[in-house]
Antibody, heavy 120, light 107 residues
């Protein structure tokens, strides 16, 4: 079955770019009607959606992060990625990748999450 | 952006109790609402999509209702494994937004 796994550095320096990858297994990232997304959760806080990319390549971003965020797909590696530039301590969070497959537009498959700490 | 307001923020209940969590959207989202359960240190798990459709493998004690701006998640008889935090999420339009969460604790 479809599985997702995040990877990337656990520590990023202030003002640098956070780069994460989500490896997709058990299915194709090019599957029609699938949407791929990133959600984060600061320590002790709630869920915050960051970005989504559709099977056709359309991208959607959280308004307040739009100037710093890029989501992309690499079909040759069956993975998708997140880049968040000019990070601060406020970007410290567990970052989840997720997939929206169903007609209900909900994220029904999630990765286990990866903790990213931003520090100088 | 559509704001999602959950209530209560936390609730203390006993095993076997009926639990109701509400979620209100700042504008009409039709039935495009999902509910997730999250346990400490784990990724969220989809419970309900399209306001009232039970995700495959989720116990039938979980149910969802509502449309427009007001939605409800009900757990008919709380089990020990149900102690967790629950989030609603609107799926009507981008940007996607989540509610602030409801923590279900043991009384």
């Amino acid at each position: 079955q479809l599985q997702l796994q995040e990877s990337g550095p656990g520590l990023v320096k202030t003002s640098e770019t956070l780069s994460l990858t989500c490896n997709v297994s058990g299915g194709s990232i090019s599957s029609s009607s699938y949407y791929w997304g990133w959600i984060r959760q600061p320590p002790g806080k709630g869920l915050e959606w960051i970005a989504t990319i559709s099977y056709s390549g359309n991208t959607y971003y959280k308004s307040s992060l739009k100037s710093r965020v890029t989501i992309s797909v690499d079909t040759s590696k069956n993975q998708f990625s997140l880049k968040l530039s000019t990070v601060t301590a406020a970007d410290t969070a567990v970052y989840y990748c997720a997939c929206r497959r169903n007609n209900g537009r909900a994220f029904d498959i999630w990765g286990q999450g990866t903790m990213v700490t931003v520090s100088s | 952006d559509i704001q999602m307001t959950q209530s209560p923020s936390s609730v203390s209940v006993s095993v076997g109790d009926r639990v109701t969590i509400t979620c209100r959207a700042s504008q009409d989202i039709s039935s495009w609402l999902a509910w997730y359960q999250q346990k400490p240190g784990k990724a969220p798990k989809l419970l309900i999509y399209a306001a009232s459709s039970l995700q495959s493998g989720v116990p039938s004690r979980f149910s969802g209702s509502g449309s427009g701006t007001d939605f409800t998640l009900t757990i008919s008889s709380l089990q020990p494994e149900d102690f967790a935090t629950y989030y609603c999420q609107q799926a009507n339009s981008f940007p996607v937004t989540f509610g602030g969460g409801t923590r279900v604790e043991i009384k």
